[in-house]
């Protein structure tokens, strides 16, 4: 519909557009960004997806395995850099191996001196464990000659760990009947604190001293029985009394000399 147009001399009224911001509703102005906050629980535990525990499954199953160990005619497979990370002996001998198409062959190393292979089984166990939970078994030597090629193994590789189960087997279940047996494995592999913490026991227990001490074998062992002997010297007190007396001469040759007038002022003394 068309408006019909004003009037000569009279004054046209004009309608400007308002702004689009002006027309939006008015509200709170936003300071900055909001934070919002969702909680998914704990992590997911790394359950036997751990390093040492996928190594441990691939040496259980002799997967990706480059090197051998051969004891009393058993073979038993590990890897190489699990082997070097766990033994500086280890690693300098792998360092030696020949390189290029001459080292293409897995290494085999032949360990004569062992002579019951559940010693070897061991030494994987313990460096295949990564300990935040008990080994796949629990360490159970058949023998104290089995237990000897443990303590080998771990003082020939350097491998503090598996000697610490041996060690700890030497104190278990201990009877008057081993007992001696053990403190020769102690003097044999230079164990001095084990062999110490074993004659504690033995002093604190008059019988089972009694009962080592009318052992015949104990003679075959000199050394357990010096020191047994020394200790209960010093039960009776004797070490104690020796080094007062030998602290009373000291001093007293202390106060003696102290005493002494100068060669000088005796001289002049008798000269006068």
Known sequence: QAFPAPAPGLPVATLAAAPLASRRPTGPTMAGPTELCIDLGPAPCDVGCGVLRGLRRLVDNGEFCDVEFVAAGQTFKAHMSVMAAASPVFLEM??????????????????????????????????YHDGSEELPKPY?????????????????????????????????????????????????????DVCDKILGQLTANPEALYALANDPKILGVPRVLQDLLVRVLQLLGCGDAQSKNSGGASQGQGQGKASAPPQGKRARKAGA
């Open 94 to 127: 792998f360092l030696r191996l020949p390189t290029g198409d001459n080292g293409a062959a897995h290494p085999v190393v032949t360990l004569e001196e062992i002579t019951h292979p559940e010693a070897v089984q061991a030494m994987l166990d313990s460096i």
């Open 140 to 192: 159970s030597p058949s023998s104290e000659d089995a237990n000897r090629d443990v303590l080998r193994l771990s003082q020939r590789f350097q491998i503090a760990p598996l000697q610490g189960l041996a060690s700890r087997w030497l104190v278990t279940s201990l009877t008057t009947d081993n007992v001696l047996q053990r403190l020769t494995v102690c003097e044999e592999f230079g164990m001095s």
